[in-house]
T-cell receptor, first 120, second 115 residues
């Protein structure tokens, strides 16, 4: 079974440019999360999709960030225009749907390897 | 709001020795879930161990065990018989037991196992 995949693994862009990160969750996982880790600090929550709907987007830093999840499958996170402080590693994670902490969904998140964004 | 703190940015341990990573958290919830995740260099993050707050018994997974002190809001990870493959970033994490909720992570501890 394929795991969570993220693309690109590393992106270097100039300030003011646009970047789109993509995440393919594990097939059948309803929950999809985006997190970000900046300069060795804590991993911060950005947003959470349940299928195609945004369940919680309280962590999105500002309106330069736009996340979508087409048809409840893969998700994209677009940063436009990128600023220096957007540099960091963007992690995507998925988990099964349904009631948490059951045999079906133990609360475990399955992560991708992350997309490192460098804004110059 | 819940917060997770890891006071040890970096640690090292000799191969085959035991090491304990510290984690404290702050919450007003009575029931919740705690996790330790591990991210090896250039690899994805994986779950190491999970603890439900309503369970008094500390969770164990082979060489990994936790010391969960609910009153003190402490959740440390003990790695016994450390192996080179244990070298990684370790993140402590918290989650409320809602059906759909986000996981809150600490800043991480970088562990190096020395041959």
């Amino acid at each position: 079974e394929a795991g969570v995949t993220q693309f690109p693994s590393h992106s270097v862009i100039e300030k003011g440019q646009t970047v789109t990160l993509r995440c393919d969750p594990i097939s059948g996982h309803d929950n999809l999360y985006w997190y970000r880790r900046v300069m060795g600090k804590e991993i911060k929550f950005l947003l959470h999709f349940v299928k195609e709907s945004k369940q919680d987007e309280s962590g999105m830093p500002n309106n330069r960030f736009l996340a979508e999840r087409t048809g409840g499958t893969y998700s994209t996170l677009k940063v436009q225009p990128a600023e220096l402080e957007d540099s960091g590693v963007y992690f995507c994670a998925s988990s099964p749907g349904g009631q948490a902490y059951t045999a079906e969904n133990t609360g475990e998140l399955f992560f991708g390897e992350g997309s490192r964004l460098t804004v110059l | 709001a819940q917060t997770v703190t890891q006071s040890q940015p970096e640690m090292s341990v000799q191969e085959a020795e035991t090491v304990t990573l510290s984690c404290t958290y702050d919450t007003s919830e009575n029931n919740y879930y705690l996790f330790w995740y591990k991210q090896p260099p250039s690899r994805q993050m994986i779950l190491v161990i999970r603890q439900e707050a309503y369970k008094q018994q500390n969770a164990t997974e082979n060489r990994f065990s936790v010391n969960f002190q609910k009153a003190a809001k402490s959740f440390s990870l003990k790695i016994s018989d450390s192996q080179l493959g244990d070298t990684a970033m370790y993140f402590c994490a918290f989650m409320k037991p809602a059906s759909y909720d986000k996981v809150i992570f600490g800043p991480g501890t970088s562990l190096s196992v020395i041959p």
